[in-house]
């Protein structure tokens, strides 16, 4: 009896504290204080200063095409969205303003990047390049000039580069990068990610597109990229510039060529050692602009580039290299010392030239000095040719030390090195 007794009274006690906890008022839950909104940095007078944020807010334009009647210019205007509890995003779009001036009007919208807009010749459609049919791989949209939904024109597999449309607006030339080979496939399907560096590389080659037959035909083959495709203005030629890989290293090595497009036969704009791209056709075709840099040559062993050794190029007064031509400039100095030291540096380098008669000339540049000593080093080793002169205005490529007997057999009006010093 006495042990039923103690049981009840243990199941009623446990009872009644389950039942009364849910009456225990419950401590109320406190919320995090909101951040404080940081304090935009100001100068001392009180401006405030430029932010990573304020950049991030700047709008960018570019791809400027004017309009065939010269009414109108479409370009791009890239923004970035920074929008609370989203993912940040640039875009690009399609816009057009009149040139006389007034409010510009957007003509593409979405998630997907607009670019490279361009004019067809009679100026009604613009053309330009997307990734809105699949990520990745741009192609070549068009729509009207005044507006309205845009439609897609070429599905070059791996997307397009860059093109222009020809001069009578019946067909492009476009740039594509190669894609992978079979082998190539096969790998990626069962995973074997494998890079070999600088090995396998892609190239980017020229294409032909007939814009009513929606047919692309290949117009360069072999082992180097084409960038820049222009057409001439009767729609026969087309120049590019090629390169023989599309590494960054590379980009001293271009070339400019001209292609017939009829029969992919092709030339060199000219026989160079030097670089050459960016070529531009004159309205009639009867000339070509384009810039380059006679001093950079390919090797034909190593297939690398290095500055092209001036020697041929300059003129000896015996003491130093003067390059013949009056607009030639040298990109390097070399210093040649007697006994066989040289030292090659950049003219880029050069923070100031200094000319004193009994110190002789002494080049500045970061962290290092270099003394030319000698004799006439001001002097005129022939009309408007003097060694101080033509350092200063990048034509001397090389100076070296004379030797004694040199010194010794020297007028007593010639340029004279007797020394060349520099910091270790």
């Not at 090797?299 to 092209?308: C, I, N, R, V």
């Not at 010392?337 to 000319?355: C, M, N, P, Q």
């Amino acid at each position: 009896m006495f042990n039923r007794l103690r049981y009840s009274s243990i199941v009623i006690c446990i009872t009644f504290a389950f039942i009364a906890v849910p009456f225990v008022p419950a401590q109320a839950e406190q919320k995090p204080s909101p951040t404080p909104e940081a304090t935009p940095p100001r100068a001392k007078d009180g401006r405030k200063l430029l932010t990573a944020m304020d950049l991030l807010s700047i709008k960018g334009v570019g791809s400027p095409r004017i309009s065939p009647d010269g009414t109108r210019v479409v370009y791009t205007l890239s923004e970035t969205k920074t929008e609370k509890d989203k993912e940040w995003k640039a875009t690009t779009h399609v816009w057009v303003v009149p040139t006389a001036g007034g409010t510009p009007r957007q003509f593409t919208r979405g998630e997907n990047n607009c670019t490279s807009p361009e004019w067809t010749p009679d100026g009604k459609m613009i053309a330009f390049l997307t990734d809105r049919e699949k990520a990745g791989e741009r192609q070549v949209w068009m729509m009207h000039a005044d507006g309205g939904e845009a439609w897609q024109l070429t599905s070059q597999k791996g997307g397009i580069s860059s093109f222009r449309i020809s001069p009578d607006g019946n067909s492009l030339i476009f740039t594509a990068t190669d894609q992978p080979t079979k082998e190539e496939e096969d790998r990626k399907r069962v995973k074997d990610d494998t890079i070999l560096i600088d090995q396998d590389l892609k190239m980017t080659h020229l294409w032909y597109f007939d814009i009513e037959k929606k047919e692309a035909k290949r117009l360069t083959e072999g082992s180097f990229t084409v960038s820049d495709p222009q057409w001439s203005p009767d729609g026969t030629q087309a120049s590019f510039t090629a390169r023989p890989t599309p590494k960054a290293d590379d980009g001293g090595l271009a070339e400019a060529w001209i292609l017939n497009i009829a029969t992919k036969e092709k030339r060199k704009v000219e026989e160079t050692p030097g670089s050459s791209d960016s070529v531009r056709w004159s309205s009639d075709g009867k000339w070509l602009a384009y810039t380059g840099n006679k001093y950079m040559k390919r090797s034909p062993a190593t297939d690398s580039h290095k500055p092209e050794s001036e020697a041929d190029e300059a003129e000896d007064f015996g003491c130093f290299g003067w390059l013949r031509g009056v607009r030639d400039r040298s990109i390097m100095l070399e210093l040649r010392k007697k006994d066989g030291h040289t030292l090659a540096i950049g003219y880029s380098w050069l923070e100031r030239v200094e000319f004193e008669p009994s110190e002789g000339i002494t080049l500045y540049l970061p962290g290092r000095k270099i003394r030319i000593t000698g004799s006439g080093l001001n002097a005129d080793a022939r009309p408007t040719v003097r060694l101080f002169d033509g350092i200063i205005r990048h034509r001397v490529p090389w100076v070296r030390e004379a030797d004694r007997s040199e010194s010794l057999k020297a007028r007593a009006d010639a340029v004279v090195i007797d020394s060349i010093e520099w910091d270790s």
